[in-house]
T-cell receptor
Framework: LAKTTQPISMDSYEGQEVNITCSHN???????ITWYQQFPSQGPRFIIQ?????VTNEVASLFIPADRKSSTLSLPRVSLSDTAVYYC???????????WGAGTKLIIKP | GAVVSQHPSRVICKSGTSVKIECRSL??????MFWYRQFPKQSLMLMAT?????????EQGVEKDKFLINHASLTLSTLTVTSAHPEDSSFYIC????????????FGPGTRLTVT
């Protein structure tokens, strides 16, 4: 059973900021939150990982509230090439992130 | 860094034959390798986890005698689908974790298997 819950799909437009929220009510103390992106017929690609508060890298930001029961992936100024499925996973070094939920299919329109 | 390759990228085989898929970590030592299967428009399903030099741990419902996994070295794992059937047609993806880099998984590009 997946440890996370995400919206099945989302639409947005080029140039907009997109926020995808993931629920993980039963997150454990040692669990990290990791987001992956997957294009059709390709392996997933790591986007960002965090434990608490805010993490930012060159492609995205990850917001994690104090209770850590949810997280939000923020993609700034999306383009058509950001159309993909985005997966949120939780896990630590001992159990990794092996149970994949359905992911969020993000469609960016021109 | 942290590149994982898979070979072949696509394979078509006849029912009853066996197919071997290779997964290599090209620029790092993989402490653990994972094999996933993904059917169209579905999420990834973990098949097995393997550490170098030890037997793979299979997920419930995955037949170990049908999906043979050999983790021969810190950079190579192979998945052999034996006596393939059309229902084994799927997208097979491997991933690896790197020593000293926590739990981030580095994924291969996947192998599309079609059994006719």
């Amino acid at each position: 059973l997946a440890k996370t819950t995400q919206p099945i799909s989302m639409d947005s437009y080029e140039g907009q900021e997109v926020n995808i929220t993931c629920s993980h009510n039963n997150i454990a103390t040692n669990d990290y939150i990791t987001w992956y992106q997957q294009f059709p017929s390709q392996g997933p690609r790591f986007i960002i990982q965090g434990y608490k508060t805010k993490v930012t890298n060159e492609v995205a930001s990850l917001f994690i509230p104090a209770d850590r029961k949810s997280s939000t992936l923020s993609l700034p100024r999306v383009s058509l090439s950001d159309t993909a499925v985005y997966y949120c996973l939780v896990g630590d070094d001992s159990n990794y992130q092996l149970i994949w939920g359905a992911g969020t299919k993000l469609i960016i329109k021109p | 860094g942290a590149v994982v390759s898979q070979h072949p990228s696509r394979v078509i085989c006849k029912s009853g034959t066996s197919v071997k898929i290779e997964c290599r970590s090209l620029d790092f030592q993989a402490t653990t390798m994972f094999w996933y299967r993904q059917f169209p428009k579905q999420s990834l399903m973990l098949m097995a986890t393997s550490n170098e030099g030890s037997k793979a741990t299979y997920e419930q419902g995955v037949e170990k005698d049908k999906f043979l996994i050999n983790h021969a070295s810190l950079t190579l794992s192979t998945l052999t689908v034996t006596s393939a059937h059309p229902e084994d047609s799927s997208f097979y993806i491997c991933s690896a974790t790197a020593r000293g880099r926590g739990n981030e998984q580095y994924f291969g590009p996947g192998t599309r298997l079609t059994v006719t």
